[in-house]
């Protein structure tokens, strides 16, 4: 490396003059990544084919007004430079692209032409005839002469040309005030006039309300909230959802309150102009600092709405999928031809004299509607981009075919721990799972006085070396992104769904963390972590497993092929060993309880598809007590691997945590339990989880679900981290109740597990005397990996939210929801609003607005046998019921209640399709027996577990007291003839079970 400085003379906005030194470091030998290189570059895999008849180099301008034209696949050659890619648009940066074209030039000795394309004319002229061989020319001219056959390169160049020039002739009245200068707004952050922040705009009212994050208020700001709203779109002022904005305050007088209405339609907020809550912090946006423009998805009027429109002019305000994005205005030469399709458009600018911004057309998704122009707008609105892999990725995957399989390494047998024959190691995952990340093992130890615990995780990093192309891909997407109907991948196949898939039946490397246990007691005596060799002897799926633990008489396929007897002791071997795996995990449970782990719900439905992705069903997940084993398993090896990787790198960790919830947060859940007659304490995780544990209803056992659904949504999210970048105290995991955690237990899916194992691997290293600081990430590096990971999540999660949501619409469209028996269900309300109520469907799990009260004035009236139906009058809301008054009588609708509800599907044209909940009658659908047929919730078998531990607890230290009375030799003989806790958590376990089984079967 080379260090040169640079030297800025600054003055600041008082005039002082500031020195300013700059380091440079520029590296001596730059590789060149093309496959004609001839000077030894380290190259590793060659990205620049060889067989093109010239590369291109495009200067900043290009790169900023043309972007999308180079990123057409079929445009191959491309060198973007730094100071391209930097955007840094400053007349040296034209000279230092064209220095870059003449160093690949002469580098490859003339054997590949070069090509900067600009759209600079002076550039042109200057250094057009400079050197032979490298060219320089216009965006027009290249396409022209190079893609001259490549026609979406040419409608694209004419859309941007249209959409700048429109740009340049835009009239000079104003409809928003002008964005403050940088250094009045800087000033202004800095003195506390303004306050910073990241945009929201309110999905539900996206034409009226929009928040502000605030970020770090001074001290006189210290009475504002962390929300400041932002109220009409004029005090938006051109700000998009996402954009960080500076925003004046109004004076108190002028503040607004939240609108609590629930709206039909978006901004729609008529009926909540009298509807407000508590006046909050307002103020308008004068400034945006950073811009968060992206590509959007919007979908063009058809004919009949684009009447209005400039035919001549081809000027198409277009409807963006996402709610919280105003409109944009295209310039296109097809309008006719994409009517009624979803286009990905880019913004351009939004000059304050244009009531919408000015943009261009990308490229064509599909028809509006079908579900694959449906699925990539999802993919598209979340930033989720899921090309193939390139060949040069998958050219560093290892083999395996029938004609060459993939075998263990000798080398690795050698330095590994192999578990193959000592071991009986098996997987518990979903039916249908080829992406087995995790498997576990037990066994007992010392004549059954130590129990062995044994989880074992695909060995990723062994296949996916740091740095290499693959693993640049795989931290760039950091998730598999599981939708309804498909999975995109993290990794290429031949890994995902082979070499490190746990399949049984075959030899795979893993990563392993065993644990010694006290038989009695459960305690940690020993414990180990390193590589292994394994061999998984059952790969069962969550129904089997359970089925077994039932003592349901079931096939197991690895099992099969062997005789009767032979099947019969593999059988109670593998019993024995999901049951000492159940034991083990419920005393890890109970464990996690006294420190006030949280039981939520959430959500979780999952749609049942045809072979031709018809979806024939909605089915909500089932719990199962093996899902919280192997729940327990996989966070008991989380938590140690943090403690073992925050221990020796404190300060480069990458780890997880939970922050507490705000208690403002908790006023939904506190009120409705309220109105029940309980009391839910949020001071800590412990108070609540026992508060929730507490409020039961004997009569109607939704009521703890749905308060546990209201907590779920207090909470904050969960968020990796670098252990360099907080302070310990904020390390905790509030939902698990746990001091260390991080993901350890899924590298093939997740990005922050490989890098886990990467430090767990380096911890090792070190305990042997090996030096392992080459291979580590800095904490600014594993701080900026963590927020990129963050949003990854985020965005994956959401994508699975919408995708689910989409195929929910497809169940019930064309339906009729007053007939068809599928669309009529009982829900149950949990919130109450001014014009209606919202309830939840718990057949499909579905949440929605129920509206009493719609745009006619009219409202729902009840009649003697529940029936509803729309008549004239007026509603009144309370903190626990709402009523509606009509000619016909009263109506009144509490927390809680059980009612019936039609489903069916609003449709929108420009917009997801969203599932509509209609009030048919204020009596359930079915009897409350239905509900009161449900086993006791997995709180009240923890609940029960806890009884009897402490019982037991109680009655080894009586046992103590009096085997010390005892002799030797009664001490060493004694046998207690009292069940043990073991056999009583059984008990509980078939009965819980039995339960459940039956609810299944109704």
Known sequence: MIKTEKILHLKTSRGRKVRVV????????????SALCLDSCDNG???????????????????????????????????????????????????????????????????????????????????????????????????????????????????ICQSLQEKESEGTEREFTDHLPAEVLESGIKSGRYIQGMLNVNKHRALTEAWVQTMGLSDKNTELSSEVLVYGNKNRNRAVHGDIVVVELFPKTEWRGKVSVLTEGQGDDKNGEDSQSKPVATGCIVGILQRNWRDYVVTFPSRESSQSQSRNSQRILTVPWDYRIPKIRISTQQADALQDHRVVVRIDSWESTSLYPNGHSVRVLGCAGELETEIQTILLENCIHVAAFSDAQLREMPVNSPEKPWRVDPAQVAERRDLRESHMVFSIDPAGCEDVDDTLSVRRLAGGKVLELGVHIADVTHFVSEGSLTDLEARARATTCYLADRRYDMLPAVLSADLCSLLGGVDRYAMSVLWELDAHTLAVNKMWYGRTIIRSSYQLHYELAQALLNGVQTEVPELSHLSSHEKDDKLVQLIQALEMLTHVARHLRVQRDRGGALELEGVEVRAQLDNDKNITALVPRQPLEIHETVAECMIYANHWVALKIQETFPHQALLRHHPPPRQEFFSQLVDSAKSKGFTINTRTNKALADSLDQAVDPQDPLLNKLLRMMATQAMSQALYFSTGAISQDQYYHYGLALDRYTHFTSPIRRYADTVVHRLLSAAIDMEKGQSAANVLLTNKEVEELAHHINQKNRAAQQAQRLSTDLFQCLYFKDRDPHTDQCCIADAVIYAIRDNGVLAFVPQYGVKGPVYLKNREGQVVSAGQDG??????????????????????????????????????????????????????????????????????????????????????????????????????????FCQSKSPSLYLLLEEIRELALMDLECENTT
Not at 22 to 33: D, G, I, S
């Open 45 to 159: 895999d060659k990205v620049l084919p060889k067989d093109l008849t010239h590369y291109v180099v495009p200067d900043v301008g290009v790169v900023v007004d043309y972007l999308e034209i180079l990123e057409l696949r079929e445009v191959q050659g491309i060198i973007f430079t730094q100071t391209a890619c930097q955007a840094v648009q400053h007349s040296k940066g034209r000279r230092c692209v064209h220095a870059a074209a003449v160093w690949y030039y002469n580098h490859l000795a003339g054997m590949m032409d070069v090509v900067m394309i600009t759209e600079d004319q002076d550039a042109i002229a200057q250094y057009g005839n400079l050197y032979s061989g490298v060219y320089v020319i216009s965006v027009q001219d290249y396409l022209q002469n190079f893609w001259s056959e490549l026609q979406p390169a040419h409608e694209l160049y004419s859309s």
């Open 22 to 33: 700059r380091e440079h470091y520029v590296r001596e030998r730059v590789p060149c990544f």
């Open 867 to 972: 029936r509803c139906e729309w008549q004239s009058g007026s509603v009144r809301r309370y903190p626990d019921h709402i009523t509606t008054m009509s000619a016909t009588g009263t109506t009144t609708l509490t927390l809680f209640k059980h009612i019936t509800v039609g489903i069916s599907v609003q449709s929108s044209r420009s917009h997801a399709d969203s599932l509509s909940l209609e009030l048919l009658n204020n009596k359930p659908h079915q009897s409350s027996e239905h509900y009161q047929t449900q086993t006791q919730g997995r709180n009240q078998l923890v609940q029960e577990v806890v009884r009897l531990a402490e019982e037991a607890s109680q009655q080894a230290q009586e046992k103590a007291t009096r085997r010390s009375k005892l002799s030797k030799q009664e001490r060493e």
